[in-house]
Each structure stands twice: as C-alpha cells, then as structure tokens.
C-alpha cells in the first residue's frame, strides 16, 4: 500500500508539473479571437455557414473535376448530442445538392484515434473518394493520417485542426477563446466587483474546452469576480445537479454560474429551484431547453454558440474546391453569435427536442424538422 | 465455474471438434469478403485492403496476448485500459520529441508496466484479493492520477520513433509484424516451455497443481506481469500511432471489456487453464473485420453498438451452449 | 445438523462484521463531511443526500441478487439510460402518460433481465460476456431509437418521482419521494433475500450451483430470477435518475461499476455465496459519502476515482484477511 501511494505521489508529481507547463493559455490567440468576434463577415447575408471573418481566399483550379463527386467523411463520432445535430446537418446540406453529389461516404470513429486512422486509410485505399472531410478526434493523432491523405485528393478539416497546413482548407468558428469571452464579458458586466460565479465544466485536457475556461477565467480575474469553484460533470446531469447542490449547500452565494457547454445547464438552474433560491446569472449554450427556461423564466442570460451550421460548410466548400472555385483558405473562420435577449425569441422552436442546438442553420434543409428529432 | 467435459465431446465427430480459432478466423474471413462483395469494395481485399485490416488488430491485439495470459491462469485484469492511457501519457512527456530519450522512456513504461503488473499480482496471488476487483482498483488509481496530474499534455514522441508506428517491411507494416512476432513468442511460450504447461495447470486445476508441489502464487503473478507489459507494448505502439498519448485513450478503446471479448471469443475458457494465443488473434481478427464491414456497409454509429452486443454474445455462445456445467 | 447449524453460525457472524465495516466507513466519511459542513446534519440536508444516493442504492441490491447468484450484472448502467431516454420518448411530456409508460419501462426492464438469464443459465455464456454483450445491445438500441440525443420531454409528474421533497412530515422535517421509493425498495430486497427461501437458494445456487442442484434447487429459474430482479432495479433507479435530473443520453454510464463497488465494500463476496442487502446499502452509502466528500474537499474530480479504487481494494483487502483469521 506505502509504495502505491509513493508510486502514485510520484506519478503526480511528475505529470502535474508537465500539466501546468504548457497551458491552454495563449495571449496572442485570445487576442485574435477577441478581435474576429467584432470583425465583419464576409459572404451572403442571413448563411453564416458560408461567410468568411477575413483571411485569405485559396486557389484550387488544380482540383477541378467533372461531377457528380463522391465526398467521403472521416467523423471523430457522434458522442455527444452537438455532434448529433451536426451530422444531421451536413448530411442535410449534402440532400440539398443532391444533384451534385453521387455519394456522401461516412466513416464513424467512434471517438478512437487509431480507428480513425485506419478509417482515412481504408478510404484511401478504397480509391472511390473525390474529395475527403475529416472532423478529427484529436489534433496531434491524425496529424499524419492528413498529411498522407493531402497527397491523394483534396482534403478539409473542420472542428478540431490539425498540425498540418497541408489540408485545402480548415474550416471552424472563432473558437474556445471567443466562446469563453462572449461569455465570461456578459457575466461580468451583470454583477459586482468581487461576487462570486461557479464554473461547471465537461471534461480536463479537451482543447476546445480548456480554451473557453482559460479565457473566461482571465476575463473574470481581470473584472474582479470571484471563480468559487470550477468543477467537471462530463455533461452527465445528475452530476451536475449534485455538484451546484453540494455548492449552495456550502452556503457561499452563487451570483453566476459560467458553463463551458450548455447541456446540463438546465440541470444546474433545477439546484437553485429545488433549493427554493433566486436563479443566478448564468451563461448557456443554444440549446432549446436552456432557451425555453430562459425565456419562461426571465433569465439573466447569455447563449454563446459554437454553432453547428459549420457542418455544412465542409460539403460547400468540397463541391467548391471540385469546381476550381477559390475558397476562404487555409483558415476559413466562421463567425460564431451569440444569443441574447434580444434574438432570444427568434431561436426558440417548440417542435425540436431538448438539445436541439438552434444555430444549426437548418431550417431551410429538407427534412427539417423531422430529420432533427423534431415534430 | 465451468466444467467442461471434453472427451464426451471428442466421440462425437464433427463441427464441434473443429478448433474455435479455426471456426473464428473463418467466420472472420466470410464476414470481411461477403462484405467487400456485396458493397463492391473489392479492393479491399487487395493487399493494401489487407494490411489494412491487419492493421486494425495491432492495438487490440497487443492487449488480448497479455489478457490471454491472465484469463489462461484463472485471473482477469481489467486495468489494462488505464495503464495504456498511462503508458502512452508518459512516453511521450519522457520523449519531447528528442529521438535520444527513446530507449529511456520505453525502460520507463516497461519498469511501470512490471510494476503495475507486479501489483495487481500481488493483490491477487499474495492477497487472495478478487482479480477484478483488485484490478479495476489499480485501473481506477492510475486513472485518476493520470486524469488529475494531466489536465493538458504537451508531450509528443520523436519523430524516429512515431516512423516505427507508420513504416513497413515488404509491404507489411511494422506494427503488424510486431503482433505477429510476440503472437508467435506467447505461443511459443505457451505451447512448448514446461513455464506454459504449469501455467495451463494452475489456471486448470489450482488446487491440483499446488498438490503437484506448484508455486501457485508465482504463476497468477506472472501471468499479470505479462498481462501488464502486453498492455504497456499497445501504450507504446498507440503513442508511436497517435504522436502523443491522451489520458483517455485506454478507456475511449475499451480495451479492458473488449480485450477480455477477444480472448473469450477465441475460445479461452474464463475460468482458466483452457484455451490460447491463437483464439485470441483469431477474435482480434473477428472484431477487425466486423470494423471493416460496418464501414462498408456504413452501419449507423449506434446499429454497430448493437450488432456488436450480439456478435460477442452469438460468438461465445456457439461454443459455450456445449457445457454441461453451470457458468458463472 | 450441527454442520449446517454452525455453518449458519458463522455467517451470521461474519455478515455481522462485513456490516459493521461497511457502516464504520460510512459513517467516517460522513462525519469528515460534517466536520467540514456542519449544515449537513440538518435532517433536510441528510434527506436530500439519501436523495440522491437512492439510484445508487437501489442499483446495488439489485446488482446484490446477481452477485450472490455467482455472476455480474454489467448492463445495468444501459438500462438506466435506456430508461431515461425510452421515458422522454414515450411519454413526450403528457402526464397523462406517465404511469403506462412506467409500467413499459418495468416490462422493458424485464426482457433484459430475462435475456440476460437466458443467455447465462441456457447458452451457458459467462455473465461477464454476456452482459457485456447486452450493455452494448441496450445502450445501442437505445441511441438509435433516440437518434443520439434525447427527444420528447418528462412531466412534472414523472420527475417529481426522483426531485419532489414534501416538506412538514412529522418525524423527519422533509422527504423526498424518492427516499420513499428507496425505504420500499430496501425492505423488498432485505425480505427477498432474507427472509424467503428463495434467498437461501439463491445464496446455495451461488456458492455451489452443481451441489445446489443435487440438492434440489431449479437453479436455471433461480439464476435468470437474479438477473430478472436486477434489471428491474435498473429500470426503478433510471426512473429516479430521470427524474432527479431529467434526461441525458449519458445517464447510467458506469453505475454498473460502482453498484458492484458499493456491494463489494458492503461485503459481498465475488462469485457468490456471500453478501447481505444492508451491506450494499451502507456500501452504495460510503460511496456516495466519498463522492460528496471529495465535492466539498475541492479535490480534482479525477481523484474520486483513485480513492474509490483505494477504497475498494481495503474493502476487500481487509474482508480476505478477517476471513483468513477466522478460518
């Protein structure tokens, strides 16, 4: 037992200095992120699936080809309810241009890195593919999976990057850092110097994630308000009930609660009911049922996104790379709103499930809302 | 547990008396052409097709040697995940990148492997401890100090050693021949050496083999000292793989569940002292043509969950409905 | 006679102890919580914590029958999230709806429990395979019914099951419905088990199904019985677990483990034979207590896992070793 647990302190040690020696916390990133927020897109008004934050356009008259396409798709998973939604919508996106695409091939990795691997290998060497999307399940992983692929056929990431630039295109929102200062500036600018705000996160080590706390975290230090605590639930809402219960319960007042993903938001907000207290500011997601008790509650409340309609960019931009047509590239940066009070009541549909996520941009795709889970 | 009474069997002649593994590898092999055939993907049974589908054994693979070891001596570890999570974690914070630091951080993760190994040993040999309870423990600890030291890693292996995992011989890759090597040594080790035969006979029959004057404890101790470096040999290949480990990666694999899946599936009798390496790369081939054919058929995420629950149920059943005895 | 009779003795006796160490670690743990919060010995506070133990709880007498039938029940934590999404669906927030659907729910719960029965006891699978094989089956079923994320919604009356707390009851202040629920649900297990005779075969098939069988005890019936009253436990704590929170598609991931947990740290001995239901509950307890503890400690979430693995291995640890001492 005594070397267990020397063996275990040691272990601790060794890798917590290896945890705090690169951190999720880049000023210059936070700062562009903070700037392409207030930048104005660029694109057809009213699709922000096909607007561009500035960069640069790419050439790729090299990839013209006759169509029909077929577009392959290596997906990290669909793990989680967001990535539900978004499968959803590519595949809607790719119904809408049916007459362009002889087949939309789909790979699902199940969150494993080494099967995904395998999955971008096969579909190499299946030779059908025209054109490959991959959404990665990490960044490092599939690194050199990519960079094998760019030598065969035009290639676009999206969600996650990759450490490569060799990719036509990679295709995201803002990013974490955008999500967590839209966030964090509206809790900010709603309560006092030194009140205090309870951060409920999913998991440790995700990058997408880590961001959005790091940049939240140094809003609220520089604002004066107090992170009483900052706990991880992996979306699970019996946790997240229990956690924000064991904080009242602590009887330190919560004024905020800051999310870094919305899904158990409504599960934090039933603490504050069961406990007969006030709702707390709180920052969500845009997702439907934290909107409707939003709405049905008067909340103070923020949604910031990190939208889903940024699934169906990878199909237009692979028809356009087939068509020689230039794109926004290496970096092709979606803008990424935010719902607030004001647009609240235009983002609430009461056909679609609980965790419908409402910047799907999907409304108009066939199939919707059935396709969706709605009624 | 279980008593299987074989000789009655063996008068019989017939599909019973064909080996599991023979059946399994068959079944694989139906499974991946009918597939390819059917969706008109022949050029995955081509030799590129093929080495691909070799190479989704290797991770799993790798886990199902030591896991045979450990259900062949009557025990089960099911810490494997965690610690090729840990594994994979610190060789590539020990590496930075620096193809000097190779040797040391592969000594490093097999003396934490012996280690690991030498533990769960313990507990259970030494300590007469429940191996799975023993061993979800040791799992659950790695895991946690592994979730909670490593909120980010910025660790990644040298680029020297990452090629190992990427280039191959004649075609093959290298992973794929590591698999095939240590298949043949745990074979080997098994089937020839009197260390494999006492193995066989602790797992057997222990009360038996402690009257036959057999150090019962050394064998369970061995047996989950290999179990840990076969876990700490997939850490390895998956760090080369992946260029970094991540604290999660053992456990998104499931290759705890999945590993005991394979060996079972290849015919090694949970209760101990029956069975082999071949069973087990035979269901390592089983699970990676399943993978294969849901692609090609492109089987809804969720359909390939439930398929899967049946194929594992299906594939044990075959062979278990045989017994005479009452399973636990 | 004398044989039996001392046998019975010294069960009796070790049970006692198992208890005890299971209520011994509860009880610490809960008095560190204490000494952290005192609030926490507010009778409300304690009925709010039994609360949300009560899923936990009730998982672990059921996954109890199991173990003492000699086998593991790994499909429970599948049946919860089934139950959870498959009650969002069916009833899509009617209240009207609410009571047939749970009685699907139960019906549901009993396919499981009847495959998972069949499964071991006819195709002779080991219950570790073969429950593994149906978690996977459920929990698909379940994501491909629900489409990955959940649908419909739960009414007030279904969720008040798991969250309402009727205030002014004389004697204990406040309780919750589900404490309730959970009081009900722990007498049935401890009178199942304890005082029938199918406890006592139960408790034969598990230490020796081939004597058992000699001895003439339907051990088929009485293995997929087990795996019956377990999945219908599962079915019981989803309902309670939707209701406490509402639905999520990630809502019975891993109970499995820490039911098997909280009965090992209660007593219970793998592989059958030995085990007691006020055991699991002081098991599940301890557990709960260590999650809150470690809440309120400010402790990395990650940790829980290593305490709980520390934990277990003591349990057992120190269980082998007062079992070696008096033998």
Not at chain 1, 308 to 311: G, L, S, V
Not at chain 2, 268 to 272: K, Y
Not at chain 3, 169 to 172: A, R, S
């Given at each position: 037992m005594q070397f267990r647990s020397i063996l275990a302190a040691t272990l601790a040690v060794a890798f917590s200095t290896a945890a705090y020696a690169q951190e999720f916390n880049d000023p210059a990133e936070f700062k562009k992120q903070r700037e392409l927020l207030s930048t104005k897109a660029e694109g057809p008004e009213g699709k922000p699936w096909e607007q561009h934050l500035g960069g640069a356009m790419i050439d790729t008259a090299k990839f013209k080809k006759d169509g029909p396409h077929t577009i392959c798709f290596s997906n990290a998973g669909v793990f989680n309810p967001w990535r539900v939604v978004g499968l959803n919508n590519m595949k809607g996106e790719a119904a809408l241009q049916k007459d362009r695409i002889q087949e939309l091939v789909i790979l699902d990795a199940e969150g494993k890195d080494d099967k995904q691997i395998s999955d971008i290998q096969s579909l190499l060497d299946g030779g059908k593919c025209d054109v490959l999307i991959v959404s990665p399940t990490t960044t490092a992983a599939l690194t050199p999976a990519v960079e094998a692929a760019c030598e065969k056929l035009p290639v676009i990431v999206f969600d996650r990057g990759v450490n490569t630039k060799c990719p036509v295109t990679y295709i995201h929102p803002v990013g974490g850092y955008g999500f967590g200062i839209t966030s964090a500036e509206f809790i900010a600018s709603k309560l006092p110097k030194g009140a205090n705000v309870l951060a409920i996160r999913i998991v440790p080590g995700v990058d997408v994630l880590e961001t959005r706390y790091s940049a939240a975290k140094s809003i609220f230090d520089e604002a004066g308000i107090n992170v009483i605590g900052s706990e991880f639930t992996s979306s699970d809402r019996a946790k997240t009930k229990s956690v924000v219960e064991d904080y009242i319960n602590r009887g330190v007042k919560i004024d905020a609660v800051w999310m870094d993903a919305g899904d158990t938001a409504t599960a934090a907000l039933e603490a504050f009911e069961d406990a007969g207290l006030p709702y707390p500011v709180i920052s969500g997601e845009d997702q439907q049922d934290f909107l409707r008790k939003w709405q049905k509650e008067n909340l103070v409340a923020i949604a910031p996104s990190y939208p889903?309609?940024?699934?169906r960019t990878p199909i237009i931009a692979a028809l356009d790379i087939l068509d020689g047509k230039p794109v926004p590239g290496p970096e092709w940066n979606l803008p990424q709103p935010a719902i607030t009070q004001e647009t609240l009541a235009s983002y609430i549909d009461e056909r679609m499930p609980a965790l419908h996520y409402s910047l799907c941009g999907c409304q108009e795709l066939p199939g919707y809302p059935e396709q969706w889970g709605g009624k | 547990m279980s008593i299987d009474i074989l000789p009655a069997g063996r008068a019989r002649r017939g599909f019973?008396?064909?080996p599991v593994p023979v059946v399994v590898i068959a079944l694989a092999a139906i499974i991946y052409v009918t597939a390819a055939v059917i969706t008109g993907q022949t050029n995955q049974i081509s030799f590129a097709g093929l080495t691909g589908l070799l190479q989704r054994t290797v991770a799993l693979g790798l886990v199902g040697l030591g896991q045979t070891f450990a259900i062949l001596v009557g025990s089960i570890d099911l810490s494997v995940a965690a610690l090729i999570s840990t594994v994979a974690v610190l060789a590539s914070y020990l590496m930075q990148g620096d193809p000097g630091m190779i040797v040391p951080a592969i000594a490093a993760c097999l003396a934490l492997a012996l280690c690991v190994g030498a533990i769960n040993g313990g507990l259970v040999a030494y300590w007469g401890i429940n191996p799975l309870i023993a061993t979800l423990s040791t799992g659950l600890i790695l895991q946690g100090v592994l979730s909670a030291g490593f909120t980010y890693l910025g660790g990644r292996v040298a680029p020297e050693y990452q090629a190992l995992a990427y280039q191959g011989l004649f075609g093959v890759p290298l992973p794929v021949l590591l698999l095939a090597v240590l298949a043949l040594v745990a074979w080997f080790v098994l089937a020839k050496t009197r260390f494999g035969a006492h193995l066989y006979a602790v797992g057997g029959n222990p009360d038996g083999a402690k009257l036959a004057g057999l150090r019962v404890e050394r064998f369970v101790l061995a047996a989950h000292i290999i179990a840990s470096l076969g876990a700490c040999v997939a850490g390895l290949y998956l760090a080369a793989r992946l260029q970094s480990g991540t604290p999660w990666i053992g456990r998104d694999g499931i290759y705890d569940l999945e590993s005991i899946a394979i060996v079972v599936i290849g015919g090694?009798?949970?209760?101990?002292g029956k069975g082999g390496v071949i069973g087990t790369i035979a269901g390592v081939l089983l699970f990676a043509s399943l993978d294969a054919s849901f692609n090609m058929f492109g089987v809804d995420a969720f359909l390939k969950q439930v398929l899967r629950g049946a194929i594992v149920i299906a594939a044990v059943a075959v062979y278990a409905v045989r017994n005479k005895g009452h399973v636990a | 006679m004398t044989a039996i009779s001392d046998t019975a003795r010294a069960t009796r006796r070790l049970s006692l102890r198992n208890i005890n160490f299971a209520l011994v670690i509860f009880v610490v743990l809960y008095a560190a919580i204490v000494v952290l919060q005192p609030n926490y010995l507010d009778a409300a506070l304690f009925m709010n914590f039994l609360r949300r133990a009560a899923p936990l709880i009730i998982l672990a007498s059921g996954q109890l029958y199991v173990i003492l039938s000699g086998g593991f029940d790994l499909s429970m934590g599948a049946v919860v999230t089934l139950v959870v999404l498959a009650a969002s669906m069916l009833i899509g927030g009617d209240p009207e709806m609410t009571w047939v659907v749970i009685a699907s729910l139960y019906a549901m719960g009993l396919a499981v429990g009847l495959a998972n029965g069949f499964i071991v006891s006819f195709l002779k699978v080991p219950s570790i395979i073969a429950t593994l094989g149906t978690m996977l089956l459920v929990n698909g079923l379940a994501l491909a019914w629900s489409g990955g994320a959940p649908r419909g919604d739960l009414p007030d009356n279904f969720r008040n099951l798991g969250r309402l707390v009727l205030k002014d009851?004389?004697?204990?202040g406040s309780l919750p419905i589900a404490v309730l629920i959970l009081v009900v649900v722990t007498l049935l297990a401890w009178w199942g088990l304890h005082a029938t005779a199918y406890g006592k075969r139960l408790l034969a098939v598990g230490d020796n199904p081939r004597a058992a069988e000699l001895a003439g005890v339907p051990v088929k019936p009485t293995r997929i019985s087990a795996f019956v009253i377990s999945a219908l436990s599962a079915v019981t704590a989803g309902i309670l677990i939707g209701g406490f929170s509402g639905v999520s598609?990630?809502?019975?991931?891993?109970l499995e483990l820490q039911a098997i947990a909280a009965c090992v740290i209660g007593g219970a001995l793998l592989l059958g034979g030995r085990g007691t239901v006020v055991g699991a509950l002081f098991g599940a307890l301890s557990l709960f207590a260590l999650f809150t503890l470690l809440n309120l400690l400010g402790l990395p979430q990650a940790l829980r896992d290593s305490l709980q693995g520390v934990i277990l291995i003591a349990a057992v640890g120190a269980s082998v070793l007062r079992h070696r001492r008096s033998t």
């Open positions: 889903t309609y940024q699934w | 019973r008396d064909v090694t009798a949970l209760s101990g | 009851v004389p004697l204990v598609v990630n809502a019975g991931r891993g």
